[in-house]
């Protein structure tokens, strides 16, 4: 049975391939594995149909046979796997891998959403202006560790893994010109991971989604 994964009909991020489905698509797409997308409305994502996939009625999910799975971190988990492709045979070095795919949703992506929440919900507050700092800081003291560790190296642990693509999937959150600029190894692996085939088509996938919403908008 064809790999069914859920996404948004009408993504908020506008095109820029910042949508939770995005990492499991590339996943799919670094793996060869062909997947249909159910395209969902914020309506459809709270009906029964939809919650009986994920409990908090979000995106993605995915269907591979007799299994659903929510969270992208855990699909992208399960398809890497089960799949060749996006973690080391050699067991030490998997486990290497998995440790970076925690690493990136656990301990470098909370700081990066905080940070976003802030701009997104309490810029009208009178503590924005005095909390900014803070979570810059917090940002980019996990931005030096990061860097510190990547050094001049192509990946993180040998050849690019899925730690590689959800470490890729949390910085592409981050504004480049604004944070990435201080840290030009971390930008040159984020673009080299942007300038894979399977990044590409996933991106493409993704963006054409979001264009014909737009002529449909219009």
């Known amino acids: 049975m064809t790999i069914t994964i859920t996404a948004f009909e009408q993504s ?11 990492p499991v698509r590339w996943a799919l797409e670094e793996v060869g594995q062909p997947y249909e997308v159910k ?4 309506a459809a ?14 995106i993605p999910t995915m269907e591979d046979g007799a299994l659903g799975l929510f969270e992208s971190g855990a699909i992208v988990l399960h398809i890497a796997g089960r799949y060749p492709g996006l973690l080391p045979v050699d067991q030490d070095a998997r486990a290497r891998a998995i440790s970076w795919m925690f690493a990136a949703v656990s301990t470098i992506e ?8 802030a701009f997104l919900l309490e ?11 803070l979570l810059d800081a917090r940002v980019r003291g996990r931005l030096t560790q990061l860097a ?15 730690g590689d693509l959800l470490m890729v999937t949390v910085l592409r959150r981050l504004d480049r010109a604004e944070m990435l600029d201080a840290f030009p190894n971390l930008d040159a692996y984020v673009e080299r991971a942007e300038k894979r085939p399977a990044f590409q088509r ?3 996938a993704q963006h054409a989604v979001y264009l014909q919403n737009s002529k449909g908008a219009g």
Do not use: T, Y
């Open 110 to 117: 909370p700081v990066i959403v905080e940070r976003e929440m």
């Open 202 to 204: 996933a991106f493409n």
């Open 12 to 22: 908020p991020d506008r095109g820029r391939g910042l949508a939770r489905d995005m």
């Open 123 to 133: 810029r009208d507050k009178p503590w924005h202006a005095d909390r900014l700092p």
């Open 148 to 162: 510190n560790r990547l050094a001049d190296a192509e990946w993180l642990d040998g050849a690019f893994s899925a």
């Open 45 to 58: 994502m709270k009906e029964p149909a939809h919650l009986a996939l994920h409990p908090f009625g979000q």
């Open 39 to 42: 395209l969902l409305s914020f």
